[in-house]
């Protein structure tokens, strides 16, 4: 079975930029939940959506917005990018059925210059 | 006080040591508790959830105390491969379920 994918795996991007990250969930997985990871730090969470519908935002500036489609793959972007947001993005599914725990994806890093 | 807090490390112990990581969580009402492993630039992975009555799998025994808010993870007779960095994280529930971690606590195992 193929697990969470992301893509593109690393982007370079400069200040006031946008970016538009993607997640696929495992298959059977109606929920994703975005984090970001920033170096030494671990993941904070983001959003998490369940059945194209956001659940939940974390504690991140409206800069950033994602949604998910009806094949339960998301994206997540970031506007008016700055040098703060250089991190590690992963995307998480999970499944109700198994008691939503989150696998993660191999994520995007993301450099802003 | 962070949500979860453990020791950033980095512990350094030789193969076939055991060593110990703590952690301690805030929120009383947290419900799942779980360790996960990071290799460097590398996604987290689950390595196993936590449990009141204690869980062991292998070389890994995982314990929580909700009295004190404290969960530890145990690892007998390291290998080289179980350098990494561990992450403490807790599961909250309001509508939704969301992962807290903690910064994780990095082992390097030596030959």
């Known amino acids: 079975d193929a697990g969470v994918t992301q893509s593109p795996t690393h982007l370079i991007k400069t200040r006031g930029q946008h970016v538009t990250l993607r997640c696929s969930p495992i298959?059977?997985?109606?929920?994703v939940s975005w984090y970001q990871q920033v170096l030494g730090q671990g993941p904070q969470f983001i959003f998490q959506?369940?059945?194209?519908?956001?659940?939940g935002r974390g504690n991140f500036p409206d800069r950033f917005s994602a949604r998910q489609f009806p094949n339960y793959s998301s994206e997540l972007n970031v506007n008016a990018l700055l040098l703060g947001d250089s991190a590690l993005y992963l995307c998480?599914?999970?499944?109700?059925?198994?008691?939503?725990?989150?696998?993660f994806g191999p994520g995007t890093r993301l450099l802003v210059l | 006080r962070k949500e979860v807090e453990q020791d950033p490390g980095p512990f350094n112990v030789p193969e076939g040591a055991t060593v110990a990581f703590n952690c301690t969580y805030s929120?009383?009402?947290?419900?799942?508790f779980f360790w996960y492993r990071q290799d460097c630039r590398k996604e987290p992975k689950l390595l196993m959830s936590?449990?009141?009555s204690g869980n062991e799998d292998g070389r890994f025994t995982a314990q929580l105390n909700r009295a004190s808010q404290y969960i530890s993870l145990l690892i007998r007779d390291s290998k080289l491969s179980d350098s990494a960095t561990y992450l403490c994280?807790?599961?909250?529930?309001?509508?939704?379920?969301?992962?807290?971690f903690g910064k994780g606590t990095m082992l390097l195992v030596s030959p």
């Open positions: 998480a599914s999970s499944s109700l059925g198994e008691g939503e725990t989150q696998y």
């Open positions: 298959s059977g997985h109606k929920s």
């Open positions: 959506y369940y059945e194209k519908e956001e659940r």
């Open positions: 929120n009383s009402a947290s419900q799942s």
């Open positions: 936590v449990y009141s």
């Open positions: 994280v807790v599961m909250g529930y309001s509508g939704y379920s969301t992962l807290t």
